[in-house]
């Protein structure tokens, strides 16, 4: 059974930084790509930022670009979103999510759907 886990959520002053993990069971990331997306109150869930396979590219949304950095530690089985710079904007659940297949690509124009494994999400409160 696959479980993908978020931690590192909290509430941060605008400009600062946090640091999100997703760790992994049940499921070997260095075989998938893996994807952050986020849902902010009465807003649908949006992608942010993936990362492909083998530390493959990786590809944000336009909104954080420059700002985040995905990143997966595959010993550990886990991915990370280090966010840097952040807005009241950024404020949402943030989730982790698995390719839905193994040896899968991901890009910037990947949908919910191609995601088969998501986390329970982890709240970002960013106060202005």
């Known amino acids: 059974q696959v479980q993908l886990v978020e931690s590192g959520g909290g509430l941060v002053q605008a400009g600062g930084s946090l640091r999100l993990s997703c760790a992994a069971s049940g499921l070997i990331i260095r075989r998938y790509a893996m994807g952050w997306f986020r849902q902010a109150p009465g807003k649908e869930r949006e992608f942010v930022a993936c990362i492909n396979m083998s530390d493959g590219p990786t590809y944000y949304a336009d909104s954080v670009k420059g700002r985040f950095t995905i990143s997966r530690d595959n010993p550990k089985n886990t991915v990370y979103l280090q966010m840097s710079s952040l807005i009241p904007e950024d404020t949402a659940v943030y989730y982790c999510?698995?390719?839905?297949?193994?040896?899968?690509?991901?890009?910037?124009?990947?949908?919910?759907?191609?995601?088969?494994?998501w986390g329970q999400g982890t709240q970002v409160t960013v106060s202005s």
């Open positions: 999510a698995a390719d839905r297949r193994p040896y899968g690509a991901c890009s910037r124009y990947s949908a919910l759907s191609d995601f088969g494994s």
